[in-house]
């Protein structure tokens, strides 16, 4: 009956592809509208430019609407992938019925003759390169565990033998990294065993089979002499665990390489965790000779316990390895020449993760982070999931195991126990499944504004997305200072709008543009935020307006963004009746008020953007990533991609004497960065 379950979970399986299927062609189709708006977006900022004779602007929005064009089409060929991914899903889903059908076939109980361990091989998934950065000390490390850890023994007092655990969020290179340790153990002559969980395995629960059964499945699966060639052979396979033990109990240098042990063993329902824990305790933890590693998109800390154990001597650690992150620009764009054009902003943008920006950059094909997303998005986006979300997002602090918000761990990263933050290239995914559409387009908008680096849009974007999620926080009882607020009733309405260029010259048209804008009277108390379609507005960036209720006055704020320090200052006094928020990229460490304005020091600023934010305040972003060896005073010399050290006294003599790189080969993306790094040395 085992394989009658498996068939009909199978085609529930299938079933559930369709429906994701459809999910992602609409999305996809979204995609093509929203990437439509963008193209008539950039003509209109091209017209105006041609109108205003402005060449430096007519070729930058030529540009843009170049690039929008070519994101249309983009997206077209997303929807045709989609529409085939149906059909394909629709296919499986009749297959599936047919093989329920035709499922009478009895399981295949195998015994310790069906095993050799010699013949023990690694799933065909593709591997990165090995120039990939910082691959080789994660491995390393983990080599290095097992030679520390192999032949130890757990005794009744002292000696409790740790499991080496990866964790980190989606694709963000566990399985690379345990493929190259699988790969390094088999050349070093030890007897690996691969099992992996992921979606591209042969491995699936089944209805009715516990987690301990999947995990000796697997197990047994890898071991085999004859390997299940599909999923429907795979389902046959039945282990008991004392065909294993006894199979392994004359077998040394055994180490059971588990990946992404958390589709197994899920946060959200322990059952699971005795059983298995006790399991792996007993094979690949306390006798010598064996070793434990696995992998996991959930914080190190949850779940632990369940599998470590208990014990009346010395506790059990997990010895955690450090994922692979690189804050060396030059490796990073050597990864690949899709990855030659990397900007500092967009490293920190995906975490300076190598695997997700090489996935991103190079496996665009393959890797669609829309899918992924929705392929984890389990739980409904509700006003609960919200709160708990911009909790999570903004203090770093975790919540809750059982909070629904669990289910997108896969998309964070754990600095430390009872922390989290946020990868911001999932973050766009998760406001739009909440309903924040607006603000998920601002921050998808981040990396390609960051392809500009001295412009400054790239911090207006964060800065944006920052002011947009605190206004939707006041709606659940915590208003910033930042906002400068009266104090209020309970936030009950948020909007976000884009506001038409002809609306936009001065932040009292954007006002009047307002006014005129019908709100319901349930609404009230609300905020909007407005953000100007009209890259010349007067004295701001972006605004929000609070009001009361329908008879109240407007309480109005502005915005404006520079990526300077201290001599940077705004471009004129607010208008009267309204105060003004400026937000330096390099803010001192004191803030002020004058004139109407607002100017926070960078520890508010930093506080204002939150722990999954602050990373991308642009002072840090060359203070925590490196451009080469010399440090931040590196310049392009004589090659592409070659720095060497210069005095920051001799740089107002390149200044002067025009020594920007313009006139040699050199990467677009290096001759920005110059002329960058010259504009730092001006506010320092």
């Known amino acids: 009956m085992r394989i009658l379950f498996c068939c009909w979970t199978w085609q529930d399986t299938n079933q559930k592809l369709v429906e994701l299927a459809v999910e992602r062609l609409a999305g996809a189709q979204k995609e093509v509208g929203s990437a439509r708006e963008a193209v008539k977006f950039a003509e209109?900022?091209?017209?105006?430019?041609?109108?205003?004779?402005?060449?430096?602007?007519?070729s930058m929005w030529k540009q843009e609407v170049n690039e929008a064009e070519q994101k249309v089409e983009k997206a077209k060929q997303e929807v045709e992938k989609a529409k085939q991914e149906v059909e394909k899903a629709e296919q499986k889903v009749e297959e599936a019925k047919q093989e329920v059908k035709e499922a009478k076939q009895e399981v295949k109980e195998v015994t310790a003759e069906d095993f050799d361990i010699a013949k023990c091989s690694r799933p065909q998934f593709k591997v990165k390169p090995s120039n990939f950065v910082q691959l080789a000390p994660c491995v390393k490390a983990c080599i290095d565990a097992v030679a520390r850890n192999l032949n130890q023994q757990t005794d009744a007092t002292t000696v409790r033998v740790p499991p080496t655990v990866l964790s980190r969020c989606m694709r963000g290179g566990k399985t690379t990294v345990l493929l190259h340790v699988?790969?390094?153990?088999?050349?070093?002559?030890?007897?690996?065993?691969?099992?992996?969980?992921?979606?591209?395995s042969l491995i699936r629960q089944l209805e009715n089979e516990s987690c301990l059964e999947a995990m000796l499945r697997a197990i047994a699966m890898a071991l085999m002499k004859e390997k299940p060639k599909n999923h429907r052979e795979a389902a046959r396979i039945r282990c008991r665990p004392h065909v294993l033990e006894e199979y392994l109990k004359d077998k040394n240098d055994v180490v059971l390489i588990v990946d992404e042990l958390n589709v197994l063993l899920k946060p959200?329902?322990?059952?699971?965790?005795?059983?298995?824990?006790?399991?792996?305790?007993?094979?690949?933890?306390?006798?010598?000779?064996?070793?434990l590693i696995f992998s996991t998109h959930v914080p190190t800390s949850l779940g632990l316990s369940h599998l470590l154990g208990?014990?009346?001597?010395?506790?059990?650690?997990?010895?955690?390895v450090e994922m692979p992150r690189s804050d060396d620009m030059q490796k990073l764009r050597g990864m690949h020449e899709q990855c030659e054009a990397l900007t500092p902003c967009e490293a920190v943008y995906y975490g300076r993760i190598p695997s997700l920006m090489y996935s991103v950059?190079?496996?665009?094909?393959?890797?669609?982070?829309?899918?992924r997303f929705q392929a984890i998005a389990s739980a409904q986006p509700t006003e609960a999931l919200t709160k708990c979300f911009l909790s999570e997002f903004f203090t770093g602090e975790r919540g809750a195991d059982s909070a629904p918000i669990r289910a997108f761990d896969s998309l964070t990263e754990s600095p430390a126990s009872g922390q989290i933050r946020w990868i911001l290239a999932y973050v766009g995914k998760m406001c739009s499944h909440l309903g924040l559409s607006g603000i998920a387009a601002w921050v998808e908008e981040i990396p390609r504004l960051s392809g500009k680096v001295e412009s400054g849009l790239d911090w207006e974007a964060i800065v944006l997305v920052a002011l947009s999620l605190r206004c939707v926080q006041a709606k659940y009882g915590y208003v910033h200072p930042l906002l400068n607020l009266p104090e209020l009733d309970e936030v009950k309405g948020v909007f976000l709008k884009n506001v038409p260029q002809d609306w936009c010259k001065t932040l009292p048209d954007m006002v009047k543009w307002w006014k005129q804008r019908t709100v319901s009277p349930d609404a009230f108390p609300y905020i909007a935020v407005l953000s100007p379609n009209y890259a010349k507005t007067?004295?701001?960036?972006?605004?929000?307006?609070?009001?009361?209720?329908?008879a109240s006055n407007y309480v109005v704020r502005g915005l404006q963004d520079k990526l300077g320090g201290r001599t940077a200052v705004p471009s004129a006094d607010m208008p009267d009746g309204m105060l003004g928020l400026l937000m330096r990229g390099k803010a001192?460490?004191?803030?002020?008020?004058?004139?109407?304005?607002?100017?926070?020091?960078?520890?508010?600023?930093?506080?204002f953007l939150g722990a999954s934010l602050s990373a991308l305040y642009p002072s840090d972003w060359w203070r925590e990533l490196r451009l080469g060896k010399g440090g931040r005073n590196n310049f392009v010399t004589s090659a592409p991609g070659s720095w060497c050290p210069v005095s920051s006294r001799l740089l107002p003599l390149l200044v002067l004497s025009g020594i920007v790189c313009y006139k040699l080969e050199y990467p677009r993306a290096a001759r920005a960065e110059l002329r960058w790094r010259l504009s730092l040395f001006a506010w320092e």
């Not at 208990?310 to 955690?320: K, V």
């Not at 007067?538 to 329908?550: F, K, M, P, R």
């Open 310 to 320: 208990e014990g009346s001597g010395s506790s059990r650690t997990a010895e955690i």
């Open 182 to 200: 699988f790969d390094e153990l088999k050349c070093e002559s030890k007897n690996p065993i691969f099992i992996s969980f992921n979606g591209d």
């Open 538 to 550: 007067e004295v701001v960036d972006a605004a929000w307006i609070y009001q009361q209720n329908s």
């Open 268 to 291: 959200s329902e322990s059952d699971g965790y005795a059983a298995v824990g006790a399991f792996l305790r007993e094979q690949f933890l306390d006798p010598a000779g064996r070793c």
């Open 588 to 607: 001192p460490s004191t803030g002020k008020q004058a004139k109407g304005w607002v100017y926070p020091s960078s520890r508010d600023i930093r506080d």
């Open 44 to 58: 209109r900022h091209w017209q105006i430019a041609i109108e205003g004779n402005d060449k430096e602007q007519v």
């Open 361 to 371: 950059k190079t496996q665009c094909n393959s890797f669609n982070m829309l899918s």
